[in-house]
């Protein structure tokens, strides 16, 4: 009895490294021939399709009050000129409420206040690139004096970045057949595949000056190309 427990604890602890080693194998892969780390970067272009400025008001008043509510007033002629544009509510955000003391300086003369600024900003995004200059125009005419923008970027660019990938596996599997052929070798498989992200780079906004009177033309925003890119570190076997 004692012969026939003592061998089924010997099957028993035999058993654990085995499964043991068999999931370590799933882990960590052993190259047998010659590694070969590459760095592959796959880029596509677009033509982006959101432009995105900012907008808004600055008015001044001998009060406080009276100040918040010029904005309130001109701001509420800015809003209803984006409704009008076609603008959805979902593209129309605050990004900037503010009331400040308005000083002024002399020389050698403590500050003096002389009335209030108020500011009252919304950042907009234009899904119709085309047309967003004529909307801008339309804003100054309805009281907008502070706008900035645009910046323009892509609203949906996984699509694009998908391609991209596509790429930098098929540049880094180019590259490794070469560096194989050199040697004499030949790539037997892709042993691993991190991707550092991906990237579209968005320009910094240019600063949009417009003045509050008519124009004989229209502004207009060119919305060009952008580069989107994505990064591999891709490791082969060689043989």
């Not at 701001?75 to 400040?100: E, F, H, P, Y």
């Not at 050698?108 to 004529?134: E, H, M």
């Not at 609203?155 to 391609?163: G, M, Q, T, V």
């Not at 991707?195 to 780079?201: A, L, M, N, T």
Request: proline share 5%; hydrophobic share 45%; charged share 20%.
């Amino acid at each position: 009895m004692k012969n026939k427990i003592l061998a089924a604890l010997m099957i028993g602890a035999a058993s654990l490294p085995t499964a043991a080693v068999a999931q370590q194998s799933t882990i960590n892969q052993t190259i047998a021939g010659t590694r070969l780390d590459i760095s592959a970067t796959g880029e596509v272009t677009r033509v982006p399709d959101i432009a995105i400025i900012s907008t808004g008001v600055v008015t001044r008043s001998a009060t406080a009050g009276g100040a918040i509510q010029q904005a309130a007033a001109r701001m509420a002629r800015v809003r209803s000129a984006l409704k009008s544009a076609g603008v959805d509510d979902r593209d129309i955000q605050t990004s900037n409420l503010s009331l400040n003391p308005d000083y002024r300086y002399d020389n050698n003369q403590p500050p003096k206040l002389i009335g209030y600024q108020a500011a009252n900003t919304v950042t907009v995004r234009f899904r119709d690139i085309a047309s967003s200059g004529k909307i801008i125009d339309a804003l100054v005419a309805e009281g907008a004096n502070q706008i900035n923008g645009p910046t323009l970027t892509i609203d949906k660019p996984e699509a694009a970045l998908d391609e991209a990938r596509a790429r930098a596996v098929a540049i880094g599997r180019a590259r490794a057949d070469l560096y194989a052929r050199s040697m004499g070798l030949r790539v037997v498989r892709i042993v691993a595949v991190s991707e550092s992200g991906g990237s579209y780079p968005v320009p910094p906004p240019m600063p949009v000056m417009m003045e509050a009177r008519a124009q004989a033309a229209s502004s207009k925003i060119d919305p060009g190309e952008q580069k989107l890119q994505v990064n591999l570190a891709i490791t082969f076997e060689l043989q």
